[in-house]
């Protein structure tokens, strides 16, 4: 029972790490302007098979066992594109991926991860780059100990937002979740007890 409710605690941290500081993590992870697919390099990507007039080429390199490196591009009739470069292994416990996404304009956003697995602990970290907006996120949930994360953003403006949550059993069957945000404008901490 308690490895489940360490597995939602889990869910629910990296789901709070994902809605937080919406705008600059959306500037930092797409690719210029919203469409197909909702969106972002994978969705025009997709359309590219289908629309008329688009064009799309890729290239995948299996270098190792669990290492894999590769390219994928669209254009569009009008002229305008992107090219995404790649690559991800595992190894040892530990997996990692990279991307570069590069558009005709020049624009680039970047983005970066990893996640191990030892001992009863899991930990993941990853970083996203935009013209205009970075995000990184860091977390790690323990079995028996809890999970703890952290995020910070910066936005177009230069300001920077952090937000540090924690969930650890409160040695009554419950749970004790804290978290603290704090942007240019003060900090807000927030503490209570799932039961």
Known sequence: MQA????????ILVAGAI???ASADASARGWGYSGYGRGGFGGYYRYSYVGPGWSHSE?????APGQVAGMRSFQTPGGRGATRTFNRSCSNGTCTHNATTTTNSGKTWTRSGSITANNGTVTRSSSRTGPNASVTR????TSGAGCSSTVSATGPAGNTVTGQRSLTPNGQGGFTRNATYTNPNGTVTHSYTIP
């Open 4 to 11: 489940k409710l360490a597995l939602v605690a889990a869910a």
């Open 19 to 21: 809605l937080a500081l």
């Open 59 to 63: 290239s995948f390199n299996r270098t």
């Open 138 to 141: 860091n977390g790690s949930c």
